[in-house]
């Protein structure tokens, strides 16, 4: 469904990415994994259009999306969960949902309450803290508002920046456990993780990045037992 | 008691504007994080449009005020096209935006004193000028039609961020400019938005404060000044902070007129925020998680 070519990007005017290619099926988990500064990060933000695309191409469910803008993408099924979560803080949990359905043209207070309810039944929690002012919950409650957030918008894939990132594991179990009953509705996951061991126990396929660059490539439960991936990432030789 | 009374009706007139003025600053700012500067000579133009249209025109209040509001909300989103946007696009910082807006503010003062003559006019008021009495206190009819109007502009606006899920958009864009665009919004046509209603919120103010103080080219300075400093008092991109940071301004400039002297009543002023600032900095309403990240 996401079919990425040749993808060069970078910021001012650093190349960080250099000539990427990757694919996405739909109901498929697909990792992102390589150390700080591998360009992963700015890989995923250039796809979501965050960042100028300076050449390749971007395909999405067979429509060439390469120029499209972070706004636009939205509107076509692309949902980003970014780096850091970026909930809206000073307003409250429902109102932070709610902006998730922005993006949706066909968007009325009935399928608005629907979906609200439909996030409500995956992550109860925030039903609980609807009312509440986003900047005042816990970070994994925070992580569950910007993934409820991405959902509202229905999205056929879903792009997930360091989903972990500062989350106890077992919050973030909780959390994934809530994007495989997403998968099992047909929905694509791109998923840029620093923890790499999680990330290949929850996806099917994995690219390792190295310097801009795919190193490495396959079925994730393949990449968990090959000594290089071991050795670089999984703490293999210490 | 009396002159107490009498002070206050006038008070609260003079909040009103200073209201609605503060009332566009804090808009744009809540999108964009924009400061204005030009705001006061908005409200200028539409004083003016106010001469020509009424005044020389005859034209009936409802139309100029829609005439006031559109033209001038027209020629601040020209601008945030024309020169902002350009702007941004060549990585501009927000100082060096702000910078432009000044530049607008004495291009717009100058433009005025080419068509208008550098003269004080008058702007006619839509109701009559023979005082009422009530209770012994002297209310000019045009008072009732300034609070009236700053009373409509400012529930149309919290029922825009209230209970419209577009208010909320720009709010969410002047909080997480990345996460909006994340979720669908686009943040130029939120920018322009708050330039439209900003310019014409200002204009609004300039257009009913017309009849009480008469209008001139030079008038703009004092208003963005006072507009200023009610939105800070108020908490900088507030919305209840811009009512109440203009009530207050209104007060303590009537008030320091009244019973101090009206060549310290901007002191009183300016004294009194560099007070209300050092206790609370995010202004009285100011979210600190608002203001905190971008300073």
Known sequence: MLEVRQ???GYGPVEAVHGIDLKVAEGKAVAVIGANGAGKTTFLRTISGLMPLWSGSVTFEGRDVTRLSAHELARVGISHVPEGRKVFKPLDVETNLELGSYSRRDRTGASTRQDLERIYELFPRLRERRRQVTGTLSGGEQQMVAVGRALMGRPRLLLLDEPSLGLAPQIFHEIFAVLRRIMAEGVGMLIVEQNVRLALENTESAYVFQTGKVALHGPSRDLLTNETVKKAYLGGSI | MSDFLQLLVGAVTLGAIYALIALGFNLIFAASRLMNFAQGDLAMLGAMVGVTLAGTLHLPFSLVVLAAVVVVGLLFLAFNLGVLRPLAKRNA???SMVMATLALSMFLQGAAELIWGRLEQAVPSPVGSTPLLVGGIVIVPHYLVVVGTSAVAFLAMFFFFRRTLTGKALLATGFEPEAARLVGINPVSMVA????????????????IGPITFAAPWMGLSLAVKGFAASMLGGLGSLPGALLGGLIVGLLETFGAGYVSSA?????????????????????LGSPLVTGEHF
């Open chain 2, 264 to 284: 310290y009543s901007d002191a009183i002023i300016f004294l009194a925020l560099m007070l209300i600032l050092f206790v609370r900095p995010a202004g009285l």
């Open chain 2, 93 to 95: 910082t927000l100082t």
């Open chain 1, 7 to 9: 993808l060069v990007s």
């Open chain 2, 193 to 208: 938005l708050t330039c439209f209603l900003g310019g014409g919120f200002a204009a609004l103010g300039g257009l009913i």
